[in-house]
């Protein structure tokens, strides 16, 4: 290995306690678990169903291929990162997709990452010239207070951010290979090591994008001593592990800027999202040493600039120093360094429209701040230090369960969101459509209203404004939004269906008033609206032979049990209209049928034994 042309740093504590590793696992497989308790078994949100459903697709027989497609929709956070995308499909493929099983995933995942942070702190320490133990000591308190840290675990709990751990897995593999190597007389599988981790951190989420000036900068602050030689020593090394950026780019090129909330063409501009990250990361900070209250979904903040003008200097401040300590080459610059590098891809220039702030980007971000405090707290005073620290994880362990309780139900969680952010749209239509699932159409319309002040012309909250009217039976209303609704957006599918549902609604009741004309054009316009449903079919048919217009009746019936063979009012209408009109070779096999699947019919077997008669049998 190079010698390093740093003079050494001063030396670190050269004793302090040891407590044997199997206690600091015992620790957190206690407090882990106690930590997320509560919304184990709570429902999935926001973008979760879209993930399950691109699971079962890869399970299914789209296979493992499916992971690979590039997405268009916002709401698919699986699309364009293959490696969270498979892991889904392989709970998927074992069965294992309740709520449960897939933030238990979480849970075992993040905890991999608590070991590999711990093993990367200690290693770090003892090059800092710490004795073994203390520094075994501060990095199993620092990896403690990470893994239930509040912050941390917004990932765990979300389910779709599994996609966030899997790249701070990645990139703390990487990290830690890399530390490994450097301690080797070997360091070449080491660092192949190194790169393979890093291209699975590629392969699971854009914020791996961090990964090799990471590893550069703690090649600079721990190992090489000047940026000259990180590239004079390593150079093949730094260039595979850029590969990723090649992967990443092709990745996010073919997602077009995850349905153009991404990137330099979002509805955020640069200014404004750059602005609003001032906010963001002051209030990241903040939430670091006091985790409450922290928000499920910030919604499209956009800061102005008298309110972040404050926060943005800090920040700005807080940068310069972290330049100047990697310029140095100090421990503190590196920890400053990483902190900001790992907020790089998303809390930059580069917009992010659909969440401009949210705390689950602050996973591995955490680490560094979190280690800088616990391990500068067992330097000035080992054992108070380790008291005190053990003490943070345990009142992190309860704040975490408390937050954790929101977790439990839909309701409770949006209307929690709502309060803390009442200028979020998304969060008023969640909760609009959680109240609605619990059959109080009335308060869902409200949150829906307030929704569509905020966020003007959306279909998915007028669509269900809709879908409120007619359930509390303004039925012509609910048929003038969804027809507006169209109109707008006509490539809006769940407003098709609902309106086919209007129609049909409709059309029954103006066929119980003898308005049959009318009746038609409705139910011949649900046919259209709902292609898949054979009600609006089987309905038509039932006017259409009161209006006397017998074939095209029969017509109707028999598209009606084309999309569903097992409809009986249709084929029972078909076949007996069919016998009426003196076609009994026609309806015999349909009431054969009949009389089979409803043997305790009279009058089937009486029509039955008519048509066999008619038909010479």
């Not at 620092?142 to 990645?170: D, S």
Request: charged content about 15%.
């Amino acid at each position: 290995m190079p010698s390093d042309p740093r003079p050494p740093p001063p030396p670190g504590p050269t004793a302090g306690p040891g407590v044997p590793r199997v206690v600091w696992a015992a620790a957190g497989a206690i407090l882990l678990p106690l930590a997320v308790l509560p919304a184990l078994p709570g429902p999935l949100v926001l973008d979760d169903g879209p993930a399950l459903a691109l699971a079962h697709q890869i399970a299914g027989p789209a296979g493992w291929v499916e992971a690979w497609r590039p997405g268009v929709d916002p709401g698919e956070t699986l699309r364009g990162r293959p490696l969270s995308a498979w892991s889904f499909g392989l709970q998927a493929t074992a069965g294992l997709t309740s709520p449960l099983a897939l933030r238990l995933v979480n849970l075992v995942l993040h905890a991999g990452a608590a070991w590999l942070l711990a093993g990367l702190v200690r290693r770090t320490l003892i090059r800092l010239r710490w004795a073994p133990a203390p520094a075994a000591t501060a990095a199993a308190l620092a990896a403690l207070v990470w893994l239930v840290h509040p912050l941390a675990l917004t990932a765990v709990v979300y389910v779709v951010q599994r996609a966030e751990i899997l790249a701070g897995l990645g990139m703390l593999a990487a990290l830690a290979a890399f530390a490994r190597g450097m301690e080797s007389s070997r360091p070449g599988p080491w660092l192949a090591w190194s790169v393979a981790a890093g291209l699975a951190a590629a392969l699971a989420k854009e914020s791996a994008a961090a990964l090799p000036l990471l590893v550069a900068l703690y090649d600079r602050c721990f190992v090489a001593g000047s940026w000259r030689a990180v590239f004079r020593a390593r150079r093949g090394y730094y260039l595979a592990l850029t590969t990723g950026w090649l992967v990443l780019a092709a990745l996010v090129l073919a997602g077009a800027g995850r349905g153009g909330t991404a990137g330099w063409d979002s509805p955020v501009g640069v200014g404004a999202y750059l602005l609003t990250q001032g906010e963001a990361v002051a209030g990241y900070l903040w939430h670091i040493l006091w985790p409450y209250p922290l928000t499920f979904d910030h919604g499209p903040v956009v800061a102005t600039l008298p309110g972040a003008l404050a926060p943005g200097l800090l920040v700005l401040a807080l940068l310069a120093a972290s330049v100047w300590g990697v310029g140095r080459g100090h421990p503190l610059g590196f920890a400053g360094g990483a902190f900001f590098l790992c907020l790089a891809p998303s809390s930059s220039v580069v917009p992010v429209a659909s969440q401009t702030i949210a705390e689950h980007r602050m996973y591995l971000a955490l680490a560094a701040p979190v280690v800088l405090l616990v391990a500068g707290g067992l330097r000035r005073a080992p054992r108070g230090g380790a008291l005190a620290t053990g003490a943070a994880a345990l009142a992190l362990t309860g704040i975490s369960a408390a937050r954790h309780q929101s977790y439990r139900d839909e309701v409770t969680l949006w209307s929690e969101t709502a309060t803390r952010r009442p200028d979020n749209p998304r969060a008023h239509h969640n909760l609009g459509q959680a109240v609605f699932a619990r059959g109080d159409p009335a308060a869902a319309e409200a949150h829906f209203r307030r929704a569509e002040r905020l966020r003007p012309g959306d279909p998915d909250t007028r669509h269900n404004l809709a879908l409120c009217a007619l359930r509390l039976g303004r039925t012509e209303e609910a048929r003038t939004l969804l027809e507006e609704n169209r109109a707008r957006a006509p490539d809006h599918t769940p407003s098709a269906l609902a309106l086919g549902e209007v129609r049909g609604e409709l059309g029954r009741r103006a066929l119980a008033t003898g308005r049959a004309a009318e009746a038609r054009e409705h139910f011949t316009a649900a046919a259209a609206l709902r292609p898949l449903d054979p009600r609006p079919r089987h309905n038509l048919g039932n006017v259409l032979l009161e209006l006397d217009a017998v074939e095209a009746a029969l017509a109707a019936w028999r598209e009606a049990l084309a999309i569903d063979p097992a409809l009986g009012e249709s084929r029972r209408a078909l076949a007996l209209v069919l016998l009426r009109t003196g076609r009994a070779a026609e309806a015999l096999p349909h009431l054969e049928r009949l009389a089979r699947e409803e043997p305790g019919r009279a009058d089937l077997r009486a029509a039955l034994s008519e048509a066999r008669q008619a038909a010479g049998r």
